[in-house]
């Protein structure tokens, strides 16, 4: 058994795979260190007073050791040859009778936006460069660390970083193509809420603007819309959505619909031999990133996996518990 992706669905799947059998050989290959961490947790670490390595729950090598699953942390995965059932990635070929994509999804940087330039925040590494170039001091008070935060993207991530970064005392700036935050909760008055508890706090809104250009200026950045404004910061950090990578699905063929299209029967993807669940699958064209589902997910996984039958996976429509502390919002 080959996993690839040491996040929340691919540890998860890991446990639930090892409770059921414990002579199973699975090998979990991960781009990043493996470590294992509560992702939701990356957009109200400030506010709660966590440092960034207080966010580790379990070292990737000690969660391996005690699961008994070979562990390539550091490793991408870069093709899958079906007709040969194997994975090539950057530290050699894996053979797998079964192999699951649990690889997550990553932040659609639109092309205005250099990837040099801005940061993205979907995995506790970025995080942690991110919190370290901030500081730690603005939260106690010494306005001369604070920095100019400049947040693209006023979404559910968009906004839980902005209320969490200004409560941490840094000055931001919150943009988006919409008039409000959270544009697609505006029949719940979402955005409205929002702005209003955010007004003691050093956080703009800027809305109805798009990106044109960033642009290095010295050790700023500057941030110029498509209608003449020019916006400068410290640090520019992009949350504009998620998009699944399609490579490692393009090299096995494997169906697509806006993700790796998976059966809910059995989160099959068109290739007997593959599974997938997490942030990189679709049912019926629908993502749903989010927690909750990834438990699902695994049961069903683990009883089709252990040959224990079938257990559909239901896709449910999310109920969006929104974490910005200053006025906490449950939508739907
Ligand atoms: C700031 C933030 C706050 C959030 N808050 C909430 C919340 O409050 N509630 C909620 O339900 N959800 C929340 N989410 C979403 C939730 O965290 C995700 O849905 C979930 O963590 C996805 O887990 P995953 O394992 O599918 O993907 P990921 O956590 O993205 O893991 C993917 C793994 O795959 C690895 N990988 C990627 N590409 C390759 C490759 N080519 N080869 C090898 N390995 C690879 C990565 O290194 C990583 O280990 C939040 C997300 C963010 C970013």
Request: with cysteine; proline share 4%; aromatic share 4%.
């Amino acid at each position: 058994m080959v996993i690839v992706g040491a996040g929340r669905a691919g540890w998860q799947l890991a446990e639930g795979l090892r409770a059921q059998d414990v002579t199973l050989p699975i090998t979990l290959v991960s781009a990043c260190n493996a470590d294992v961490y509560d992702k939701p947790l990356l957009s109200v670490a400030m506010v709660r007073q966590l440092a960034p390595e207080q966010l580790v729950k379990e070292r990737g090598t000690d969660a391996a050791r005690r699961l008994n699953v070979r562990l390539l942390a550091a490793t991408h995965a870069i093709h899958i040859d079906s007709a040969t059932r194997s994975l090539r990635t950057t530290r050699g070929v894996l053979r797998y009778d079964a192999l699951v994509l649990a690889h997550g999804a990553e932040v659609a940087l639109p092309p205005e936006l250099p990837a040099a330039l801005c940061w993205r925040v979907n995995h506790l590494g970025a995080y942690q460069r991110l919190r370290a170039r901030l500081g730690e001091a603005a939260a106690c008070g010494a306005k001369d660390v604070a920095k100019d935060v400049l947040i693209v993207g006023a979404g559910l991530i968009g906004s839980e970083l902005a209320n969490d970064l200004a409560l941490g005392g840094h000055r931001v700036t919150l943009i988006d193509t919409q008039q409000e935050p959270l544009a697609r909760w505006s029949a719940q008055q979402a955005g409205a809420q929002l702005l209003e508890a955010w007004q003691s706090l050093p956080l703009r809104f800027v809305g109805g603007v798009s990106v044109a250009s960033v642009k290095k200026q010295g050790e700023r950045l500057v941030l110029s819309t498509r209608c003449g404004k020019q916006l400068e910061a410290d640090h520019i950090i992009v949350a504009t959505g998620l998009q699944t990578p399609s490579r490692l699905a393009r090299s096995a063929a494997l169906a697509w619909d806006k993700g790796i299209a998976v059966d809910p029967q059995t989160l099959c993807t068109s290739d007997a031999h593959i599974h997938a669940l997490g942030d990189c699958i679709t049912v019926q064209g629908q993502a749903s990133r989010f927690i909750e589902p990834i438990a699902r997910q695994v049961k069903t996984l683990v009883a089709n996996l252990c040959g224990q039958g079938v257990v559909p996976y239901a896709q449910r429509a999310a109920v969006v518990r929104v974490k910005t502390s200053s006025l906490p919002l449950t939508l739907h």
